[in-house]
């Protein structure tokens, strides 16, 4: 009897095929985390004792071998906060017109694809254009508002496709509603499609607020400095019409231009720019587990 | 009413929006670079000669075949290096673990992504250099295997993303036949799943290459600057992008060699372009079936 079950070489070789093919598989995911974790694990380990609230509220000095990185902070804030300004709007207008306006047909065909192109231009094709465009043509000079209007454009794909996605995500019943009640196309996005994509729409805001802090490349030649003294502990201590530090430029000027910078210096730069895009990407990921949690459709 | 009419042009503006930046991109780029493409810069000489002397007082040259050569064997190496563990990741989060591990494994890839490159070209000068130094004994590790490592680490999250779904895309009904006779997770997967996914995997490994491509920060500091044809991966190069990173501060405005980084950036558009458009063209095939 038991013969009749017992496992034919056939089958043996199934399972270890697929045991085989299983491992493998995990392998290589799993080789994603590594250096993950190791990264990380270095940086923290790195950076070690460096990091201090003196740090980042304190003017780089001495050509940056001592002191803390406030004004590329700063600077970085500023970039972030007037980019996101312009892209915001921009981008989830953008998304409302592919998703609530546009047919079907080769018109919204071809704005998918800029979309999808745009993403794809690379970072420093991008600084070239900011440095025609809006350093040299329209006169703005090496500035934040040159370098925050390049980061804008950059990222603005970002935000497309995420409040896209969410608002796709509202059931077609909910704006078929709100038309049958004498809704007008408008009114039925300000009030019931936009409301219910909120979750979504931050996230993007969020991605791309991760993004954009870690760029280097789109500002180098538009607006960021290597070093500039500033006020300590004043926010508006930046003119728009100014260059500025960032902490991706100051990362790469330290590691690259500055001999004899503290060894720690340029581990604790690293962590607080991977830092910052970790916590901006936890914060989307919670976001959109609580969206997806309070659902009810 | 009125109020709403405007509203409603200032949508459609937006939606065209992405349309005029991609243009204007190109424009821009080409406006600054146009003087030199069509009076002086000899195109034969920039695509297939190697030497790049653009600040040389008496032999001024302009040959970038060793740039390109840069860029084509640093992404050739890194895609080596990702495609398979790209593609093999995307199999795994998709077909073989659980909803938990997928979940974990998918903000791990997401946190991977959030990287910028910046701190990539650090973890390549900091990390990676001394590593290769020790395992190859190599008197200094920033070579085109220290990017390719980089750039694959980099492309790893963009292929497992877009692979992953191009393979939920395959109807359940597929895997379902598969398994119904009496086929195993890594036959369906090998039989049935490859075969109907293939184009959302190529579209995916060719984002892959469009983002080494373009890559900037991490090549520019992790490969070592020189203008070389490499003979082997411990040999350091300079790819397209780093050289408009590393030259363009110094260039004076409108000058030669100033417009000929442009011109470089014209290239380096195009390139993505056609790259890219592919991906969407492949991806579309599926779409249509």
Redesign the interface.
């Known amino acids: 009897m038991s013969a009749l079950f017992a496992e034919t070489a056939l089958v043996r070789k199934k399972k270890r095929n697929e045991l085989i093919a299983r491992s493998i598989f995990g392998i290589m995911a799993s080789s994603m985390v590594i250096p993950l974790l190791l990264i990380i694990g270095y940086l923290v380990y790195r950076a070690g004792g460096y990091l201090s609230w003196e740090f980042l509220t304190t003017n780089p000095t001495h050509g940056m071998r001592q002191g803390g990185i406030w004004s590329a902070l700063l600077g970085t804030i500023y970039l972030v906060g007037i980019s996101l300004m312009v892209s915001a709007p921009i981008g989830v207008l953008a998304a409302v017109y592919l998703n609530e306006y546009a047919k079907e047909n080769w018109f919204a065909r071809i704005i998918n694809l800029a979309v999808v192109n745009l993403a794809g231009v690379p970072s420093i094709v991008h600084a070239l254009f900011g440095l025609g465009a809006f350093v040299l043509f329209a006169r703005m000079g090496r500035s934040i508002i040159a370098a925050s209007l390049t980061l804008a454009i950059m990222t603005l794909p970002v935000i497309i496709a995420s409040t896209k996605e969410a608002l796709a995500a509202v059931p077609m019943s909910f704006r078929e509603a709100c038309w049958n009640v004498g809704a007008t196309r408008w009114q039925t996005i300000r009030r019931i499609v936009l409301p219910n994509s909120m979750t979504g729409i931050l996230t993007g805001v969020i991605l791309q607020v991760s993004r954009a802090a870690g760029e280097t490349a789109p500002i180098m030649f538009t607006g960021a400095v290597f070093f500039k003294r500033l006020s300590e502990g004043q926010f508006f201590a930046y003119n728009l019409k100014d260059q500025c530090m960032a902490l991706s430029m100051h990362l790469y000027t330290v590691t690259t231009q500055v001999p004899n910078a503290p060894e720690e210096l340029p581990y604790a730069i690293a962590l607080v720019l991977v830092g910052t895009s970790f916590l901006a990407n936890t914060a989307a990921i919670i976001v959109r587990t609580v969206l997806r949690s309070r659902k009810k459709w | 009413m009125l109020g709403?009419k405007a509203?409603?042009f200032?949508?459609?503006l937006?939606?065209?929006?992405?349309?005029l930046?991609?243009f204007?991109?190109f424009f821009?780029?080409f406006?600054?670079g146009v003087g030199f493409l069509f009076r002086g810069l000899n195109l034969r000489e920039f695509l297939f000669t190697t030497e790049w002397y653009p600040t040389s007082q008496s032999n001024v040259r302009y040959g970038a075949l060793s740039l390109i050569v840069g860029t084509l064997s640093v992404t050739t190496l890194a895609m080596i290096l990702a495609v398979?563990?790209g593609l093999?990741?995307a199999?795994?989060?998709s077909?073989?673990?659980g909803k938990r591990l997928r979940e974990g494994?998918k903000?791990?890839?997401?946190?991977?992504a959030?990287?910028?490159?910046?701190?990539w070209?650090?973890?390549g000068?900091?990390?990676i250099n001394p590593l290769i130094q020790d395992v190859f004994h190599t008197p200094i590790g920033l070579n085109v295997l220290n990017g390719a490592i980089l750039l694959a680490?980099m492309s790893?999250?963009i292929m497992?993303s877009i692979g992953e779904d191009a393979l939920k895309a395959v109807p359940d009904s597929y895997r379902e036949a598969s398994l119904a006779l009496g086929a195993?997770?890594?036959?369906t997967?090998w039989r049935v799943l490859l075969p109907a996914a293939k184009n959302g995997l190529l579209a995916a490994v060719l984002?892959g290459v469009?983002?080494a491509?373009?890559?900037?920060?991490a090549v520019l500091?992790a490969t070592g600057h020189a203008i070389n044809i490499p003979h082997s991966p411990l040999d350091p190069v300079r790819t397209l992008?780093a050289t408009?990173?590393a030259e363009?501060?110094e260039a004076a405005?409108g000058s030669d060699h100033y417009q000929v980084?442009?011109i470089i950036?014209i290239l380096?558009?195009l390139l993505?372009?056609v790259?890219?458009?592919t991906?969407?063209l492949v991806v579309k095939g599926i779409g249509k079936k």
């Open positions: 709403e509203l409603e200032l949508i459609r937006c939606g065209v929006s992405a349309i930046f991609v204007g991109i821009f780029v406006r600054e398979p563990f093999g990741a199999l795994f989060v077909e073989f673990c494994l903000i791990v890839i997401e946190l991977l959030a990287i910028p490159s910046v701190v070209g650090f973890i000068i900091s990390l680490l790893v999250p497992v195993t997770h890594w036959q997967v984002l469009g983002r491509v373009g890559e900037t920060m500091m992008t408009i990173a363009l501060g405005e980084l442009f950036g380096l558009f993505t372009f790259v890219n458009l991906a969407d």
